[in-house]
């Protein structure tokens, strides 16, 4: 029995046609990148953890101020027994009347005050809207000098909190309702508009910035009736500053390395921002490191401002402003160089606009040195033929 040959397709002229190659079936996702993802998941929880955890973990007073109405004799002492008991954690300032101890904390140019009379009782003066650790601190330690003293105690809130500000939360609430919405506004505002010129995400973020700052008033102040001193304009002016430093630092970024400035951002500002505020844990007892970056912090400024505003009656404010203030000139300064850089790619390369926009600016000046290097070699050569 003979078997007969497949016969095989031919093309024009008899000739065998060559089979087109098959092509390979698309392959699916690697499910390798899910545990990438959940791994640096879990890196970002434990920076964060360490970062509140070393804000917060172990507070302790450093150089506080005090300031203290009593003869020179019992000032000496007292200094001595509060050196003793906690060293470095307080410094005494002398003033010369009960009346002055207490504007002395009612002006924040101290945290607390002892006034010791002639005779009688000594009177402990501590200001609950600067926070519930802080006056129990204070209270501790001036009550056991006083009664090293033989003397009974009696104490003044001279800043107390409000009756819808219970924990005195409410201006560090303030403050992260200002934050989160910020990062995640400005990755918005990035993705929707990084083909667009730098100032449109400017006045997209400025508005922003303005809603932001009254939706929170009108939400503690006007609903909860956490704030109640009466200062709305000067709350949202602080609450505006605060948001338009966030969103306006974080697009110069963007505007300089891209997308991941958005995570460079996060970084300063929440795990490191929002855990030395000072909502939580008064700055003077946070440790080292923390306690002198926290005062020149957006965070902070947003925090100690609207405690100034609600419960100091603006004493203390100037520096608050002068951090909110120094963000956004900075973050200006930077979007101002990078559009310049976009203006002169402009009129040197033949892409399209969008394009120039959307690049980041590092890419630019890199491609530019780039350039430079690979020129030099080109201009010695046509200098030696010329010569």
Known sequence: MTTSATPQPTGTG???????????????????????????????????????????????PHEVKLA???????????????????????????VSSAQAAIHSVRSQRAAGALIVPVSGANTIVTAGADGTMQQQVL????????????????????APLSAGDHSGLSSFVFGLGLLIPSVLGSLGLFLVGMRLRVWWRVAAGTLFALLAAAAGVLALDTILGAFTSGSTLELIGIGFLGALSYVLFIAALQAVVGLPGTGLAAIAFIFVGNAVSGGSVPIAFLPNVFRQVAPWLPNSAIVSGARDVVYFNGHDLGHALLVLGLWPAVALAVLGLVDLLHISERRQLEHPAHEIYRTPAVVHVARRLRDSRQSQPRDRDAEAQTL
């Open 14 to 60: 008899g000739t065998p046609a060559v089979q087109a190659a098959q092509p390979e079936p698309p392959q699916g996702p690697a499910p390798r990148r899910l545990f990438v993802v959940a791994v640096l998941a879990a890196v970002i929880a434990l920076g964060f953890t360490l970062s509140f955890g070393y804000a917060d973990h172990a507070p302790r």
């Open 139 to 158: 209270t501790k330690a001036l009550g056991a000098a006083s009664t090293a003293m033989h003397r009974p105690i009696r104490s003044v809130d001279a």
């Open 68 to 94: 203290v109405a009593a003869p020179a004799a019992v000032s000496a002492q007292l200094a001595k027994g509060l050196q003793q008991a906690e060293p470095g954690g307080f410094k005494l300032i002398a």
